[in-house]
């Protein structure tokens, strides 16, 4: 744990470097998600995080199963390979927000100190819900299944929640006080290094998305 600490910077470009790498995938992956629903349509991962109704996820399914059988096979390709992939992203994602919270920790007084390094153990949590979220979800994408009841449906609505506010709580809070560091001048001239690394990384990244797609989208409405 000490090395880790020590060698946080070096850490996070390797986390950030794997983060970017697959969020371009599934990235890539999502553009062949689609539904049937009165007409074609498109639908986001997002749709699945957080369905209104316990009927919302099978219905998006069904659509799926409705397709033309290419494009059927095509989407739960990139459906199913977008739900393994996360569990790749998820360290990357979780380990850059606990790396970054350890890194103000270090900076802090001892009530701030104590404060970072729960934020940043607390990412444990986060990552747990997206472990069994991804497992529900693949469960899912089978022909048939049923609506979950509205005790699970609840429960799974609790548990995206969870996912989401402890891992943006982490995020927002420890780039906020990194951004506080690096404006007033209280930094390791040795970090800059680092940051130009990740500021890299993001720029590959974005220039990625100028890539075009290797196949056509079907028309949709």
């Known amino acids: 744990m000490e090395t880790l600490i020590n060698d946080a910077w070096y850490w996070l470009c390797i986390s950030m470097g794997v983060l970017l790498l697959t969020t371009f995938i599934m990235m890539r992956q999502s553009r062949q998600f689609f539904t049937m629903d009165v007409v074609m349509r498109r639908f986001s991962i997002l ?10 996820i099978p219905g998006i399914i069904k659509g799926v199963y409705a397709l033309p059988v290419v494009q059927q096979a095509k989407t739960l390709l ?3 390979g977008q739900l393994w992939m996360d569990f790749l992203f998820m360290p990357a994602a979780y380990g ?3 790396l970054v919270c350890i890194k103000v920790a270090e900076k802090m007084n001892p009530a701030g100190t104590a404060l970072f390094t729960w934020l940043a153990w607390l990412q444990l949590l986060p990552w747990l819900c997206d472990i069994i979220e991804n497992i529900y979800l693949l469960r899912k994408t089978y022909p048939n299944v049923p609506a979950s009841t509205k005790t699970v ?7 995206e929640i969870t996912k989401w506010g402890v891992a943006s709580i982490g995020m927002v809070c420890g780039l906020s006080a990194l951004l506080f560091f690096w404006v007033t001048g209280d930094f390791a001239s040795g ?12 720029g590959v990244f974005i220039g990625l998305q100028f890539i075009p797609a290797p196949a056509k989208s079907p028309s949709v409405i």
């Not at 449906?153 to 548990?159: D, G, P």
């Not at 970090?191 to 993001?202: K, T």
Request: aromatic share 14%; hydrophobic share 50%.
């Open 96 to 98: 850059s927000i606990f």
């Open 153 to 159: 449906h609840k429960m799974y609505q609790w548990l």
């Open 191 to 202: 970090s800059l290094r680092y940051l130009l690394i990740m500021a890299a990384e993001a």
């Open 78 to 80: 990139a459906l199913r």
């Open 47 to 56: 749709d699945l995080e957080f369905p209104g109704t316990p009927a919302e």
